[in-house]
């Protein structure tokens, strides 16, 4: 699932869209309006601290090439 943040007291995190894994309560980076996290972050939801956000489907088989891609591009640095 993902999400995107529609309010914190962060406002880096303001409208940022995140990828969730609820299982391991982390997060990876999709799309964020300025250089706070990089593309091939994953950070913990405690981060995170308190916020409000909207959810979005993404679906299975795109999720898989987004997290093969973080997972690939984690690895190259």
């Keep these: 699932m993902g ?3 529609t309010q914190s007291e962060n406002t880096s995190l303001l ?3 995140w ?3 609820e299982a391991n309560a982390q997060a990876g980076f999709l799309d964020i309006k300025d250089n706070a ?4 972050q994953i950070v913990s939801l405690a981060e ?3 916020i409000e956000d909207k959810v979005f489907r993404i ?3 795109r999720r898989r090439v987004i997290l093969d891609s973080m997972t690939t ?4 640095l």
């Design 73 to 76: 591009k984690k690895h190259d």
């Design 48 to 50: 995170w601290g308190e």
């Design 37 to 40: 996290y990089t593309e091939v």
């Design 3 to 5: 999400i995107q943040i």
């Design 59 to 61: 679906p299975p088989t």
């Design 19 to 21: 990828l969730l894994d």
């Design 15 to 17: 409208n940022s869209l």
